[in-house]
Every structure is written in structure tokens, then in C-alpha cells.
Antibody, heavy 123, light 110 residues
Framework: EVQLVESGGGLVKPGGSLRLSCAASGFTFSSFSMNWVRQAPGKGLEWVSSTDSGSRSIYYADSVKGRFTISRDNAKNSLYLQMNSLRAEDTAVYYC????????????????WGRGTLVTVSS | QSVLTQPPSASGTPGQRVTISCSGSRSNIGSRTVNWYQQLPGTAPKLLIYTNNQRPSGVPDRFSGSKSGTSASLAISGLQSEDEADYYCAAWDDSLNGYVFGTGTKVTVL
């Protein structure tokens, strides 16, 4: 069974940093593209960042470019999101999600999601 | 401001057919495949339709997707009370070089 478990969320002051982790199990992690998606309280879904299986192709939403860094450790079956220069508008539940198929997220979307971790940016 | 536009709400009585539209442009729906997600209150999103019209294992065939030009649609036939949720379309956007979600549609079962 595919499992994705996020951790690392919490309360941080504006301008601060936080590192999210996503532990994956139940599939060959090194074969699939992964992404982070967030949802601000009472708002819709917003894609944050994606990485292909080998970290060769990495993409970011304009809203986080230059502040967030996605990475993965295929040996540890883990995905990460380093978030710097955090702003109040970054407050959201952050989901880790896996591409549905080997074709990747662009072609087949995200078929598996974690439960999310809440990040609150407030003074 | 999302580049994929959906109606904010849709509703129907049990057993009815409900359709949700998703309007995009040539750089996203017009040149890429569309995926649809369902989000029940307080839960993570769930993939309903991928690659325009494919259902993941376990998704009832009451849900169907289609695409034409720069628009896509999700149809729910035989509406049930458990279908009450938020629905999002999504696609890769070649101009933005990123994945975009629709504005979301809240479906209410009357």
C-alpha cells in the first residue's frame, strides 16, 4: 500500500525557515515524480513544486520561486521542501503527492497523497 | 488567480447528473491532459480522473471526464450524498512551466 507521511510543519515567524519532510513507502520511490501542493485555510489547492524521479527536472510556482527548494533522497525514500523567507501568505496545509503513473505528474496527475502538515507563519 | 476557471458551485438531487466545467487556454488544457480531484471536507484531495478520461482503480464509473479544445468537463451521474465535496480540475501549463489547479467547484446534494 502506498503511504506518504508528511512532517515538519509548525508555527514560524515571518522571515523564518522550515523544512518539511515526506516519508514514502509501499512503492519504488526512485521511479516516480513527486510534488508538493498546499492549501491555505478555506482556500483552493495550489501547486508548489515538482521533481522528477532523478531530480533532473525541478519546477516551482512563481509564488515560491527563489524561497523554496524541493529535494529528494531516493536512498531514504524521502521528499523534502526547504522553505525560507516565509511569509504570512505561506500559511497552509502542505501535501506531499506522488505521480499517478511513471508518465509523471503533467501527464497523469497525482494519484497518491499524504494527509498534510500545517505550516503557520505568524508573529 | 488561477488560470483554470470553474463555476464556484453546482448542485443536484440524488440520482441526477451534474456537470462541472473547466475553462483554460492553449498553454494548458489546449495542449495538455486534464486531471480531476475530489476533496471531501477535512481530507486530502483524491484523484478522480487522469489523462482526460481515465479513472483510477476504485473510482466509480459514475464519474467521467472529457476534454474539447481548451475546456474540460467532469460529469457525475447518479448523484449520491457522499459526492458532496469540492472538485478541482488541473493541468500542466507550458507557459507557466508549472501545474495549475482550477478555482474549485463545491457540489451540494440537495
Amino acid at each position: 500500500e502506498v503511504q506518504l507521511v508528511e512532517s515538519g510543519g509548525g508555527l514560524v515567524k515571518p522571515g523564518g525557515s522550515l523544512r518539511l519532510s515526506c516519508a514514502a513507502s509501499g512503492f519504488t520511490f526512485s521511479s516516480f515524480s513527486m510534488n508538493w501542493v498546499r492549501q491555505a485555510p478555506g482556500k483552493g489547492l495550489e501547486w508548489v513544486s515538482s521533481t522528477d524521479s532523478g531530480s533532473r527536472s525541478i519546477y516551482y510556482a512563481d509564488s515560491v520561486k527563489g524561497r523554496f527548494t524541493i529535494s529528494r533522497d531516493n536512498a531514504k525514500n524521502s521528499l523534502y521542501l526547504q522553505m525560507n523567507s516565509l511569509r504570512a501568505e505561506d500559511t497552509a496545509v502542505y501535501y506531499c503527492a506522488r505521480a499517478t503513473t511513471l508518465a509523471g505528474i503533467a501527464a497523469s496527475g497525482s494519484g497518491y497523497w499524504g494527509r498534510g502538515t500545517l505550516v503557520t507563519v505568524s508573529s | 488567480q488561477s488560470v483554470l476557471t470553474q463555476p464556484p458551485s453546482a448542485s443536484g438531487t440524488p440520482g441526477q447528473r451534474v456537470t462541472i466545467s473547466c475553462s483554460g487556454s492553449r498553454s494548458n488544457i489546449g495542449s495538455r491532459t486534464v486531471n480531476w480531484y475530489q476533496q471531501l471536507p477535512g481530507t486530502a484531495p483524491k484523484l478522480l480522473i487522469y489523462t482526460n478520461n481515465q479513472r483510477p482503480s476504485g473510482v466509480p464509473d459514475r464519474f467521467s471526464g472529457s476534454k474539447s479544445g481548451t475546456s474540460a468537463s467532469l460529469a457525475i451521474s447518479g448523484l449520491q450524498s457522499e459526492d458532496e465535496a469540492d472538485y478541482y480540475c488541473a493541468a500542466w501549463d507550458d507557459s507557466l512551466n508549472g501545474y495549475v489547479f482550477g478555482t474549485g467547484t463545491k457540489v451540494t446534494v440537495l
